[in-house]
Structures are given as structure tokens and as C-alpha cells.
């Protein structure tokens, strides 16, 4: 699996965490920033992440920022992305199989490091239930 990676100032630690762990599991990442707790705007980096994923260079992105919301605006602006804002596994889980979401969003500021990475752990093993009723909802979106 290859995941594009990116987050703001307010993500930055919960972001460099994650890495080290999904690189633990093989996982190809690729890192669009930043690269420091300083100042930043998060548009800079979630908008090229979703780019990425949708233009399916990436199979999945995972985006940070303090809230986790900013990111999810930005990614779900690209066409082709269904970014949710995962706040427990509950929605991750959901997100996957109801939505097929293809970036998950963070709040870094929210999460500890072990709510994150069980929220990672379920939305990277939850596979797009593939459902009509959700399947027809997503055609409508793309619409």
C-alpha cells in the first residue's frame, strides 16, 4: 500500500509519529510536509496529498492538522476525494465501508499517538463495502 502523508504546524508531531509506524508495516509513504512545528497554512499541504490520491499515484493519504477539520475541507474540494475527519474508530470503520473515503483526517491536537494509530489500523483494514445503496450514493457525488 502507498499512503501520501502531509500536515500543518498543528499536526506536525502526531504526523512524524504515524510514519514511523505505517514504515514499520512496510508501507510506502511519501511525505508532502512540512517539516517543523512553525507557523504554516494547512491548504499547502492537504491540497497536494489529495491531488496525489486522486489522480491515484497514492492508494490512500492521511492528512493532519490540529482539528483535523481544515484538512478535510481542503481535501474534499479535489474531485475524486472523500476525506473524512476521523475522531474514533467508530467513524473510521463507517467511513470505509459506507463511504470508501480514500484520505483520512486527523486532529492532532485531539489525539494521542494510540487513539491515532487505532483509528489508522481500522481504516486501513476496512475494506469499501461495496453495498448498492453505497455505491449509488458515491455516483452521486461524482456527479
Same mark, same amino acid.
Request: with cysteine.
Given at each position: 500500500?502507498?499512503?501520501?502523508?502531509?500536515?500543518?504546524?498543528?499536526?506536525?508531531? @502526531?504526523?512524524?509519529?504515524?510514519?514511523?509506524? @505505517?514504515?514499520?508495516?512496510?508501507?510506502?509513504?511519501?511525505? %508532502?510536509?512540512? $517539516?517543523?512545528?512553525?507557523?504554516?497554512?494547512?491548504?499547502?499541504?492537504?491540497?497536494?496529498?489529495? @491531488?496525489?490520491?486522486?489522480? $491515484?499515484? %497514492?492508494?490512500?493519504?492521511?492528512?493532519?492538522?490540529?482539528?483535523?477539520?481544515?484538512?478535510?475541507?481542503?481535501?474534499?474540494?479535489?474531485?475524486?476525494?472523500?476525506?473524512?475527519?476521523?475522531?474514533?474508530?467508530?467513524?473510521?470503520?463507517?467511513?470505509?465501508?459506507?463511504?470508501?473515503? $480514500?484520505?483520512?483526517?486527523?486532529?492532532?491536537?485531539? @489525539?494521542? %499517538?494510540?487513539?491515532?494509530?487505532?483509528?489508522?489500523?481500522?481504516?486501513?483494514?476496512?475494506? %469499501?463495502? $461495496? &453495498?448498492?445503496?453505497?455505491?449509488?450514493?458515491?455516483?452521486?457525488? &461524482?456527479?
Amino acid at each position: 500500500m502507498t499512503i501520501a502523508i502531509g500536515s500543518d504546524h498543528g499536526g506536525f508531531k @502526531l504526523k512524524e509519529e504515524i510514519k514511523k509506524y @505505517l514504515l514499520k508495516d512496510n508501507v510506502e509513504i511519501k511525505d %508532502f510536509g512540512t $517539516n517543523s512545528e512553525e507557523s504554516c497554512d494547512y491548504a499547502d499541504f492537504a491540497y497536494p496529498v489529495a @491531488l496525489e490520491v486522486a489522480k $491515484n499515484n %497514492f492508494d490512500r493519504g492521511i492528512l493532519v492538522c490540529g482539528s483535523g477539520v481544515g484538512v478535510t475541507i481542503t481535501a474534499n474540494r479535489v474531485k475524486g476525494i472523500r476525506a473524512v475527519n476521523a475522531y474514533n474508530e467508530d467513524i473510521a470503520k463507517q467511513s470505509r465501508e459506507h463511504g470508501d473515503c $480514500n484520505v483520512l483526517c486527523l486532529g492532532g491536537r485531539y @489525539l494521542s %499517538f494510540n487513539q491515532a494509530k487505532k483509528i489508522i489500523d481500522v481504516w486501513l483494514n476496512t475494506p %469499501f463495502s $461495496n &453495498d448498492e445503496r453505497h455505491v449509488r450514493r458515491i455516483k452521486k457525488i &461524482d456527479q
